[in-house]
T-cell receptor, first 115, second 116 residues
Framework: NAGVTQTPKFQVLKTGQSMTLQCAQD?????MSWYRQDPGMGLRLIHY???????DQGEVPNGYNVSRSTTEDFPLRLLSAAPSQTSVYFC??????????????FGEGSWLTVV | AQSVTQLDSQVPVFEEAPVELRCNYSSSVSVYLFWYVQYPNQGLQLLLK??????LVKGINGFEAEFNKSQTSFHLRKPSVHISDTAEYFCAVSAVGNTGFQKLVFGTGTRLLVSP
């Protein structure tokens, strides 16, 4: 009963380093997305995908890259980490059926600190 | 555009007392509303959601929420809280873009602190 799996859970990066946050879901969902959570700001959408090979930008895409080669996986790449990217990152997935009322399932989160 | 306002950033309450976490929304289209809970160092878990029908929605762990269209509110309530309810609670409204992708627009969260 895995649902949405994210790795790593905790990571410390130096400014300028790059890294990839991994996300996988086993529910055969077409929709996948990445949010970041910052104190006092709730969760904000970074990038999303409506299916394999199709991605688009959310509210705060700068400094991040995504690709979707399979239905299951949706990695988030930080190209050159900056302290402003210190945050908690959540991967999410949902079905295309049911429209706006679908439940969106979240992973356990990845706590990233950039020093 | 949809938006959500959570009026209280932190709500302290004693164990076994009732609690209400307030949420107001703004939406120009049909409204689908959600409450999620985040326990310390964990992911988001769905508490309940309102799609249509009865304005009183029951969720997990004894929580319920009431949809009020005239007041554009979706407040979360629990008649008697436990220490284990200490967590951050997020209200969210669903928004669908041109591609059909459903995203959630979140409020800033309310931290519920339950003390003995």
């Amino acid at each position: 009963n895995a649902g949405v799996t994210q790795t790593p859970k905790f990571q410390v990066l130096k400014t300028g380093q790059s890294m990839t946050l991994q996300c996988a879901q086993d529910m055969n969902h077409e929709y996948m997305s990445w949010y970041r959570q910052d104190p006092g700001m709730g969760l904000r959408l970074i990038h999303y995908s409506v299916g394999a090979g199709i991605t688009d930008q959310g509210e705060v895409p700068n400094g991040y890259n995504v690709s979707r080669s399979t239905t299951e996986d949706f990695p988030l790449r930080l190209l050159s980490a900056a302290p402003s990217q210190t945050s908690v990152y959540f991967c999410a997935s949902s079905s295309t059926l049911g429209g706006s009322g679908n439940t969106i399932y979240f992973g356990e989160g990845s706590w990233l600190t950039v020093v | 555009a949809q938006s959500v306002t959570q009026l209280d950033s932190q709500v302290p309450v004693f164990e076994e007392a009732p609690v209400e976490l307030r949420c107001n929304y703004s939406s120009s289209v049909s409204v689908y509303l959600f409450w999620y809970v985040q326990y310390p160092n964990q992911g988001l878990q769905l508490l309940l959601k309102y799609l249509s029908g009865s304005t009183l929605v029951k969720g997990i762990n004894g929580f319920e929420a009431e949809f009020n269209k005239s007041q554009t509110s979706f407040h979360l309530r629990k008649p008697s809280v436990h220490i284990s309810d200490t967590a951050e609670y997020f209200c969210a409204v669903s928004a669908v873009g041109n591609t059909g992708f459903q995203k959630l627009v979140f409020g800033t969260g309310t931290r519920l602190l339950v003390s003995p």
